[in-house]
């Protein structure tokens, strides 16, 4: 289940919502976004100035109207039934969540206190994680340098003490910046348990007022039992464990409630209570989730996916693999319309192992079909990086117009040398029509599908599709699209009886924030000299998420010494000056239409920067071979030096 703007209406309609009016909702989710840009890039693209406080108490106002919301129906977010059956009320709490997210990421974090700030970091986190907005969460955590150094000191307390443990712990949940995270969890919980009898006697020994030892207790019973619950959520995210996790961690988590009750501390019983609900979705999120497909799934995981340092999946691929049943034996043909980035490679492998299992015992095979021949290159590699630790084989066949005599070989007499082809549509069409491969083929992947409504690729395409139909009646199908509106008619051409479609086009969800615009220089006082600026007017931002003021200075300055007239009608220089400053934040494209370009911007960047750039292997690597292969003098060695890079299509 994934939110709708049907969903997100109807939250509009929720008391706590509409009783603060439409403007004031509206006024604070504009300051929201307008405060996002100038957190997260404010310093690259230059805004109106710092918000107002006003501004930040109208963002939590509304903030609060919406978590208000979302804690009417807490009872069915725990429940898992109630979200899957989609309840209303689970959805208006799961997209009030959404909407406070966008106001609470927002807000500055208040760093004077530990658990005050732990409790801000968790529940953003739980508000993400109940929107299926996680992947925006770990943002937010990088680029409010959030870690578990981070944390503010504590007074050294036993109490103390455990919260600043706990909030390393979760901090590493939160983010799983790969295998150390996840196992220094465990370590730390360890670590809390060899000195709990010392640092128990010494926290009660302080105080002879028994009503405050007895508060203290019960809050020590609570954190003992969220310790707990973290531990068993940790370990259930690195090794699948057996038996309920969700039994075990409602059980800690209902218990150290229950302990926050009974020490009169409210505010810590609802941060208690999101967090089990942000466990339940961490939980349920887990590729374990998927290990029920079988011991060939669970290999996948424990081999391919973890050594890659993915513990998730991303919400479309939870709702396509466990929600909407993207690996249903039953279904013949499956098309899956999801968006860019939403992890469809991931689904294509899940099924592929799933295809050349059921077709183990007659020897199948699978296709998967790419319309490029840089991307069946690029394909194959990824396939042989990701299946090979499964012992599959994967091979390509080039784009010529006919079979070679290696690819002849390769299909006829030694046919059982490959597990899958990977080929463009035309030399998989020749393969097939040629009836050189006897044996049976178990599925056929096709990726970038959308081509079937290209005027040219599409009647290759459906030739293709057609052909399978006829030839390998036993094949089934999985296509991968970004978007088409007929994506039911595609399924059901395919396999009138058991066709399916899996798509997210009218859920919320996207892979992050995006902004497309135009950047425009800016002549200086008097239209000459060298003091010129570059403006970005946005044009198009992620509805519902994002909005800009009306234009933005990119950087506080020229991006190169240069003259106003030199540049102002200069393509390539205006979008290198903009990458240029852009990339302080991360990696910056600059595409430009000639090889001559290419090198021309490169140099401009390397001129106008003084110095080299942090030393990294990989790259010095990557030096001493072109240094051995082309000359210790390769223009391209200096560049790099600098972290500037020249694509290997102008080489």
């Known amino acids: 289940m994934t939110i709708t703007q049907d969903d997100l209406q109807r939250l509009r309609e929720h008391w706590a919502v509409r009783a603060l009016g439409s403007d004031v909702v509206s006024n604070a989710s504009t300051a929201a976004q307008e405060a996002l840009v100038r957190n997260t890039i404010g310093q690259y693209l230059v805004a109106s100035g710092p918000g107002t406080e006003a501004e930040r108490r109208l963002i939590s106002r509304v903030a609060v109207a919406y978590e208000v919301a979302a804690s009417e129906s807490l009872p069915q977010l725990l429940s898992s039934a109630g979200r899957q059956g989609g309840e209303v009320s689970a959805l208006i709490a799961e997209s009030a969540a ?9 807000l500055p974090l208040d760093q004077t206190r530990l ?73 730390l919980i360890l670590g809390l348990r060899e000195l709990q009898q010392q640092r128990e006697e010494e ?80 939980a349920s999120g887990s590729l374990w989730a998927a290990a029920r497909f079988g011991t060939e799934a669970r290999r996948y995981i424990e081999s391919a996916l973890r050594d890659r340092g993915i513990f998730e999946f991303l ?35 899940f099924k592929i192992i799933q295809a050349l299992n059921q077709f183990d015992q007659e020897d199948g095979w699978v296709a998967y079909v790419a319309p490029t021949r840089a991307l069946v290159s690029q394909i194959t590699r990824r396939l042989r990086t990701n299946l090979g630790i499964l012992n599959l084989r994967v091979e390509q066949l080039s784009a010529a117009v006919d079979i ?23 030399k998989l069409h020749l393969l097939i029509r040629s009836g050189r491969l006897t044996r049976p083929l178990a599925l056929i992947v096709l990726d970038e599908a959308h081509n079937i409504e290209d005027q040219d690729r599409g009647v290759r395409i459906e030739l293709l599709l057609a052909t399978i139909k006829l030839d390998c009646p036993e094949a089934n199908f999985l296509l991968l699209m970004p978007f088409v509106p007929n994506a039911n008619d595609l399924a059901r051409w395919l396999s009138p009886s058991s066709g399916k479609s ?16 135009l950047v425009k220089p800016i002549a ?3 239209g000459r000299g060298r003091d010129w600026r570059l403006e970005f007017k946005p044009l198009v931002t992620s509805s519902h998420t994002l909005t800009f003021p009306s234009s933005l200075g990119i950087g506080d300055g020229p991006a190169f010494d240069e003259t106003f007239s030199s540049i102002k009608n200069n393509l390539g220089m205006l979008a290198t000056g903009a990458a240029k400053v852009l990339s302080e934040r991360g990696t910056s494209i600059v595409v430009v239409s000639t090889i001559d370009s290419a090198w021309n911007m490169a140099r401009k960047v390397a001129d106008s920067i003084d110095g080299p750039g942090e030393r990294d292997d990989d790259i010095e690597l990557v030096k001493r071979f072109l240094a051995t292969e082309y000359s210790p003098q390769f223009e391209l060695i200096s560049f790099l030096g600098k972290r500037i890079g020249v694509h290997h299509g102008a080489l």
């Open 502 to 517: 899996i798509s997210l086009s009218t859920s919320s969800w996207q892979p992050n924030d995006r902004v497309i615009g």
């Open 203 to 282: 926290f009660f020994a302080r105080t002879i007022d028994s009503y405050e030892a007895k508060t203290d207790a019960w809050r020590l019973v609570a954190l003992y039992h969220w310790a707990k619950a973290t531990e068993v959520l940790a370990l259930y995210s690195m090794q699948g464990t057996t038996g309920n996790v969700f039994t075990e961690m409602d059980f800690h988590f209902e218990r150290a409630i229950e302990a926050a009750i009974d020490a009169g501390d409210p505010s810590f019983e609802v941060v208690l209570t999101w967090v089990q609900i942000l466990s339940r979705k961490m």
């Open 98 to 106: 959404h909407e406070a997210f966008s106001l609470r990421r927002s």
């Open 315 to 349: 919400p479309p691929q939870r709702v396509a693999l466990l929600e909407q049943g993207f690996l249903d034996p039953a279904a013949a043909a499956v098309v899956v319309d999801l968006p860019t980035s939403a992890g469809k490679t991931t689904l294509a492998e």
């Open 404 to 426: 070679d005599e290696i690819e002849a070989d390769l299909v006829g007499s030694d046919q059982n040398s490959f597990d899958i082809l990977v080929a463009t549509p035309e």
């Open 115 to 187: 658990d005050t700030y732990i409790q801000q970091i968790l529940m953003l986190g739980s508000l993400a994680y109940c929107s299926d907005r996680w992947a925006e969460f770990r943002s937010w955590l990088r680029d409010h340098g959030i870690t578990p150094e981070s944390l503010p000191a504590h007074n050294g307390q036993w109490d103390q003490q455990l919260l600043g443990v706990l909030g390393e712990t979760w901090i590493r949940l939160l983010r799983k910046q790969g295998w150390d995270d996840l196992a220094r969890i465990p370590e």
């Open 524 to 526: 200086p006082a008097g």
